[in-house]
Protein backbone atom coordinates (compact mmCIF):
# COMPACT_ATOMS: atom_id res chain seq x y z
CA UNK A 1 0.00 0.00 0.00
CA UNK A 2 2.84 2.38 0.79
CA UNK A 3 4.66 1.71 -2.13
CA UNK A 4 1.40 2.44 -4.51
CA UNK A 5 0.92 5.97 -2.70
CA UNK A 6 5.05 6.66 -3.20
CA UNK A 7 4.85 5.56 -6.69
CA UNK A 8 1.23 8.02 -7.33
CA UNK A 9 2.98 10.50 -5.85
CA UNK A 10 5.62 10.70 -7.79
CA UNK A 11 3.75 10.07 -10.86
CA UNK A 12 2.06 13.06 -10.40
CA UNK A 13 5.86 15.26 -9.40
CA UNK A 14 6.58 13.72 -13.08
CA UNK A 15 3.47 14.97 -14.75
CA UNK A 16 3.98 18.27 -13.58
CA UNK A 17 7.47 18.34 -14.76
CA UNK A 18 5.89 17.65 -18.40
CA UNK A 19 2.84 20.06 -18.14
CA UNK A 20 5.84 23.01 -16.90
CA UNK A 21 7.67 22.01 -19.96
CA UNK A 22 5.06 23.13 -22.31
CA UNK A 23 5.68 26.61 -22.26
CA UNK A 24 5.00 26.57 -25.81
CA UNK A 25 1.26 25.83 -26.21
CA UNK A 26 0.45 29.16 -25.38
CA UNK A 27 -2.74 30.57 -26.44
CA UNK A 28 -1.77 34.28 -27.42
CA UNK A 29 0.68 37.44 -27.73
CA UNK A 30 0.22 40.17 -24.98
CA UNK A 31 1.60 43.51 -26.55
CA UNK A 32 2.82 45.75 -23.32
CA UNK A 33 3.11 49.06 -24.33
CA UNK A 34 4.82 51.67 -21.43
CA UNK A 35 3.97 55.41 -20.40
CA UNK A 36 7.99 56.61 -19.75
CA UNK A 37 6.32 59.83 -17.45
CA UNK A 38 4.08 57.44 -15.13
CA UNK A 39 7.71 55.23 -14.91
CA UNK A 40 9.78 58.07 -14.46
CA UNK A 41 8.03 60.38 -12.37
CA UNK A 42 8.85 59.67 -8.76
CA UNK A 43 12.43 60.15 -10.28
CA UNK A 44 13.25 61.75 -13.24
CA UNK A 45 17.03 61.93 -12.73
CA UNK A 46 16.87 57.79 -12.78
CA UNK A 47 15.79 57.83 -16.02
CA UNK A 48 17.85 59.13 -19.44
CA UNK A 49 17.28 62.36 -21.13
CA UNK A 50 15.32 63.15 -23.07
CA UNK A 51 12.08 60.77 -21.65
CA UNK A 52 10.02 59.95 -24.75
CA UNK A 53 6.42 61.56 -24.88
CA UNK A 54 5.18 58.53 -26.48
CA UNK A 55 4.31 54.92 -25.43
CA UNK A 56 7.55 52.89 -25.62
CA UNK A 57 7.82 48.93 -25.81
CA UNK A 58 8.33 46.65 -22.76
CA UNK A 59 7.36 43.65 -24.67
CA UNK A 60 5.69 40.93 -26.96
CA UNK A 61 4.91 37.67 -24.62
CA UNK A 62 3.21 34.69 -25.66
CA UNK A 63 0.47 34.06 -22.46
CA UNK A 64 -1.03 31.08 -21.40
CA UNK A 65 -5.16 31.24 -21.83
CA UNK A 66 -5.89 32.38 -18.24
CA UNK A 67 -3.75 35.68 -18.99
CA UNK A 68 -0.42 34.07 -17.32
CA UNK A 69 2.84 34.80 -19.25
CA UNK A 70 4.42 31.71 -20.39
CA UNK A 71 7.48 31.19 -17.91
CA UNK A 72 10.85 31.84 -19.07
CA UNK A 73 13.10 28.65 -21.21
CA UNK A 74 14.37 26.57 -19.05
CA UNK A 75 16.34 23.38 -20.18
CA UNK A 76 14.80 21.43 -17.27
CA UNK A 77 11.66 22.90 -16.07
CA UNK A 78 10.13 24.42 -19.01
CA UNK A 79 11.76 23.49 -22.80
CA UNK A 80 9.19 24.72 -24.65
CA UNK A 81 11.39 25.11 -27.84
CA UNK A 82 14.09 23.21 -29.37
CA UNK A 83 17.95 24.91 -28.88
CA UNK A 84 16.27 28.60 -29.18
CA UNK A 85 19.00 31.16 -29.70
CA UNK A 86 20.63 32.71 -26.12
CA UNK A 87 20.25 36.06 -25.25
CA UNK A 88 23.61 36.72 -26.03
CA UNK A 89 23.54 36.04 -29.57
CA UNK A 90 20.54 38.35 -30.90
CA UNK A 91 22.05 41.33 -30.71
CA UNK A 92 24.12 41.04 -33.67
CA UNK A 93 21.09 39.81 -35.57
CA UNK A 94 18.79 43.02 -34.90
CA UNK A 95 21.38 45.41 -37.03
CA UNK A 96 18.51 46.31 -39.84
CA UNK A 97 16.24 47.18 -37.04
CA UNK A 98 18.68 48.65 -34.52
CA UNK A 99 17.13 51.85 -35.21
CA UNK A 100 13.77 51.55 -34.55
CA UNK A 101 14.61 49.24 -31.68
CA UNK A 102 16.72 52.35 -30.26
CA UNK A 103 13.61 54.54 -30.94
CA UNK A 104 10.45 52.48 -29.83
CA UNK A 105 12.15 50.29 -27.41
CA UNK A 106 14.06 51.94 -25.33
CA UNK A 107 15.86 50.85 -22.05
CA UNK A 108 14.69 54.30 -20.02
CA UNK A 109 16.83 53.75 -16.93
CA UNK A 110 19.75 55.38 -16.81
CA UNK A 111 22.82 53.50 -16.31
CA UNK A 112 21.26 50.50 -18.34
CA UNK A 113 21.62 49.66 -22.26
CA UNK A 114 19.26 48.94 -24.73
CA UNK A 115 21.16 45.71 -25.67
CA UNK A 116 20.43 44.39 -21.81
CA UNK A 117 16.80 45.09 -21.73
CA UNK A 118 16.32 43.38 -25.47
CA UNK A 119 18.18 40.75 -24.25
CA UNK A 120 16.52 40.14 -20.90
CA UNK A 121 13.18 40.53 -22.89
CA UNK A 122 14.51 37.65 -25.07
CA UNK A 123 15.16 35.34 -22.45
CA UNK A 124 12.11 36.24 -20.47
CA UNK A 125 9.52 35.84 -23.69
CA UNK A 126 11.65 35.85 -26.67
CA UNK A 127 12.92 32.23 -26.01
CA UNK A 128 9.01 30.53 -25.79
CA UNK A 129 7.61 32.51 -28.49
CA UNK A 130 6.73 31.18 -32.81
CA UNK A 131 10.46 32.65 -33.48
CA UNK A 132 13.01 30.77 -31.26
CA UNK A 133 15.65 31.07 -33.65
CA UNK A 134 14.57 33.95 -35.26
CA UNK A 135 14.70 37.29 -33.01
CA UNK A 136 14.82 39.40 -35.99
CA UNK A 137 11.57 38.31 -36.93
CA UNK A 138 10.15 38.58 -33.41
CA UNK A 139 11.26 42.24 -33.20
CA UNK A 140 10.18 43.55 -36.15
CA UNK A 141 6.32 41.78 -35.56
CA UNK A 142 6.41 43.76 -32.23
CA UNK A 143 7.65 47.21 -33.82
CA UNK A 144 5.13 46.69 -36.63
CA UNK A 145 2.32 46.04 -34.29
CA UNK A 146 3.56 49.13 -31.77
CA UNK A 147 4.17 51.75 -34.61
CA UNK A 148 0.76 50.92 -35.63
CA UNK A 149 -1.20 54.07 -35.27
CA UNK A 150 -4.44 51.81 -34.59
CA UNK A 151 -2.69 51.01 -31.52
CA UNK A 152 -1.21 54.07 -30.45
CA UNK A 153 -2.74 54.74 -26.59
CA UNK A 154 -2.37 58.15 -26.62
CA UNK A 155 -5.59 57.82 -29.71
CA UNK A 156 -7.27 54.99 -28.56
CA UNK A 157 -7.32 56.04 -24.86
CA UNK A 158 -9.85 58.69 -25.14
CA UNK A 159 -8.25 61.01 -22.91
CA UNK A 160 -4.62 63.39 -23.39
CA UNK A 161 -1.83 63.63 -20.79
CA UNK A 162 -3.00 65.74 -17.87
CA UNK A 163 -2.72 65.90 -14.29
CA UNK A 164 -6.67 64.73 -13.87
CA UNK A 165 -7.52 61.47 -12.79
CA UNK A 166 -9.33 59.49 -15.07
CA UNK A 167 -11.68 56.24 -14.25
CA UNK A 168 -10.00 52.72 -15.21
CA UNK A 169 -13.73 51.29 -16.89
CA UNK A 170 -14.11 54.48 -18.66
CA UNK A 171 -10.90 54.07 -20.28
CA UNK A 172 -11.06 50.70 -20.84
CA UNK A 173 -14.43 51.29 -22.67
CA UNK A 174 -12.82 54.13 -25.02
CA UNK A 175 -10.47 51.46 -25.93
CA UNK A 176 -13.12 48.81 -26.74
CA UNK A 177 -14.99 51.59 -29.18
CA UNK A 178 -12.22 52.72 -30.49
CA UNK A 179 -10.32 48.77 -31.22
CA UNK A 180 -13.16 46.81 -31.12
CA UNK A 181 -11.46 44.88 -27.59
CA UNK A 182 -10.47 45.03 -24.08
CA UNK A 183 -6.87 45.88 -23.33
CA UNK A 184 -5.33 45.15 -20.00
CA UNK A 185 -4.49 48.10 -18.09
CA UNK A 186 -1.47 47.93 -15.53
CA UNK A 187 -1.19 50.26 -12.86
CA UNK A 188 1.77 51.81 -10.89
CA UNK A 189 1.39 53.97 -7.30
CA UNK A 190 4.89 56.06 -7.87
CA UNK A 191 4.54 59.15 -5.94
CA UNK A 192 5.09 58.05 -1.68
CA UNK A 193 2.36 58.99 0.79
CA UNK A 194 -0.49 59.08 -1.68
CA UNK A 195 -2.71 56.36 -2.87
CA UNK A 196 -3.08 57.62 -6.82
CA UNK A 197 -2.44 55.56 -9.29
CA UNK A 198 -1.02 55.88 -12.49
CA UNK A 199 -1.32 54.34 -15.87
CA UNK A 200 1.85 52.54 -16.16
CA UNK A 201 1.19 50.32 -19.13
CA UNK A 202 -1.46 49.14 -21.50
CA UNK A 203 -1.44 45.85 -23.05
CA UNK A 204 -3.01 44.91 -26.27
CA UNK A 205 -3.64 40.83 -26.50
CA UNK A 206 -3.71 39.65 -30.27
CA UNK A 207 -4.18 35.93 -31.52
CA UNK A 208 -1.64 33.46 -31.68
CA UNK A 209 -0.11 33.71 -35.13
CA UNK A 210 3.22 34.47 -37.49
CA UNK A 211 3.04 37.53 -37.45
CA UNK A 212 0.15 38.41 -34.59
CA UNK A 213 -2.20 40.83 -36.28
CA UNK A 214 -5.80 39.76 -35.01
CA UNK A 215 -6.48 41.40 -31.72
CA UNK A 216 -8.94 39.64 -29.15
CA UNK A 217 -10.37 40.98 -25.51
CA UNK A 218 -7.46 40.12 -22.65
CA UNK A 219 -8.84 37.52 -20.47
CA UNK A 220 -8.16 39.91 -17.22
CA UNK A 221 -8.55 43.90 -18.09
CA UNK A 222 -6.18 44.90 -15.45
CA UNK A 223 -3.27 44.16 -13.17
CA UNK A 224 -3.75 43.22 -9.34
CA UNK A 225 -2.13 46.95 -8.73
CA UNK A 226 -5.20 48.30 -9.90
CA UNK A 227 -7.48 46.18 -8.44
CA UNK A 228 -5.31 47.30 -5.10
CA UNK A 229 -8.12 50.28 -4.18
CA UNK A 230 -11.45 49.69 -3.95
CA UNK A 231 -13.82 50.03 -7.08
CA UNK A 232 -15.39 53.12 -6.31
CA UNK A 233 -11.47 54.93 -6.01
CA UNK A 234 -10.39 53.07 -9.00
CA UNK A 235 -9.26 56.34 -11.19
CA UNK A 236 -5.87 56.21 -13.08
CA UNK A 237 -3.46 59.58 -13.84
CA UNK A 238 -1.83 59.43 -17.20
CA UNK A 239 0.33 62.26 -16.34
CA UNK A 240 2.22 65.41 -18.78
CA UNK A 241 5.20 64.80 -20.32
CA UNK A 242 8.11 65.22 -18.60
CA UNK A 243 10.56 67.45 -20.14
CA UNK A 244 14.62 67.73 -18.76
CA UNK A 245 13.72 70.55 -17.33
CA UNK A 246 10.28 69.79 -15.27
CA UNK A 247 10.72 69.40 -11.34
CA UNK A 248 8.42 67.49 -9.51
CA UNK A 249 7.42 67.90 -6.12
CA UNK A 250 7.37 65.00 -4.81
CA UNK A 251 9.58 62.54 -2.36
CA UNK A 252 12.35 60.79 -5.15
CA UNK A 253 12.03 56.93 -4.91
CA UNK A 254 13.94 54.28 -6.60
CA UNK A 255 12.52 53.82 -10.30
CA UNK A 256 11.19 50.53 -10.33
CA UNK A 257 13.54 47.78 -13.05
CA UNK A 258 10.95 47.58 -15.78
CA UNK A 259 12.99 44.74 -17.28
CA UNK A 260 11.18 42.72 -14.91
CA UNK A 261 8.59 40.08 -15.97
CA UNK A 262 5.40 40.63 -15.68
CA UNK A 263 4.10 39.16 -12.13
CA UNK A 264 1.80 36.46 -12.66
CA UNK A 265 -1.32 36.06 -10.65
CA UNK A 266 -1.83 32.19 -10.71
CA UNK A 267 0.33 29.86 -8.69
CA UNK A 268 0.45 27.05 -10.58
CA UNK A 269 3.52 24.42 -10.90
CA UNK A 270 4.87 25.85 -14.48
CA UNK A 271 6.25 28.68 -12.49
CA UNK A 272 8.20 26.35 -9.77
CA UNK A 273 11.64 27.15 -10.19
CA UNK A 274 14.01 24.17 -11.73
CA UNK A 275 15.59 23.79 -8.15
CA UNK A 276 12.40 23.78 -6.65
CA UNK A 277 11.51 20.58 -9.05
CA UNK A 278 14.53 19.23 -8.76
CA UNK A 279 14.59 18.92 -4.46
CA UNK A 280 11.07 17.13 -4.92
CA UNK A 281 12.10 15.01 -7.13
CA UNK A 282 14.99 13.97 -5.66
CA UNK A 283 12.92 13.61 -2.02
CA UNK A 284 10.73 11.49 -3.61
CA UNK A 285 13.66 9.17 -5.12
CA UNK A 286 15.23 9.23 -1.69
CA UNK A 287 11.82 7.61 -0.19
CA UNK A 288 11.53 4.92 -2.73
CA UNK A 289 14.81 4.18 -2.01
CA UNK A 290 14.36 4.43 1.76
CA UNK A 291 11.43 2.09 2.00
CA UNK A 292 13.00 -0.35 -0.95
CA UNK A 293 15.77 -0.56 1.61
CA UNK A 294 13.59 -1.21 4.41
CA UNK A 295 11.45 -4.21 2.76
CA UNK A 296 15.26 -5.63 1.69
CA UNK A 297 16.15 -5.47 5.76
CA UNK A 298 12.81 -7.26 6.87
CA UNK A 299 12.81 -10.17 4.49
CA UNK A 300 16.70 -10.40 5.74
CA UNK A 301 16.00 -10.54 9.31
CA UNK A 302 12.58 -13.20 8.21
CA UNK A 303 15.34 -15.17 6.24
CA UNK A 304 17.63 -15.15 9.65
Known amino acids: MVMKQLLALAAAVLASVVVSARGSDFEFYKLSLIWPSSVCISAPQNCKSPIPKFFTIHGLWPTLKNGTAVPPYDQVTNKCNVDPLKPNQIVAKLTSIRGRLETKWPNLIKGKSDEIYWETEWSHHGMCSDYPQDPLTYFTSTLDLAENSKYDPLKVLGVPPSNTPHDIDTLLENVKKNVGYYPQISCSMPIKG ?11 CFKRAMPPSALQNCPD ?25 TTTNVTPTLVRNIMSPPASTTTSWPNLTCGSLVYVQWGIIGLLVLYVLARRN ?6 E
Open 194 to 204: TKQLYLKEIRF
Open 221 to 245: DMDDMCRSVPPAQRTVMLPLPITTT
Open 298 to 303: RVHEHV
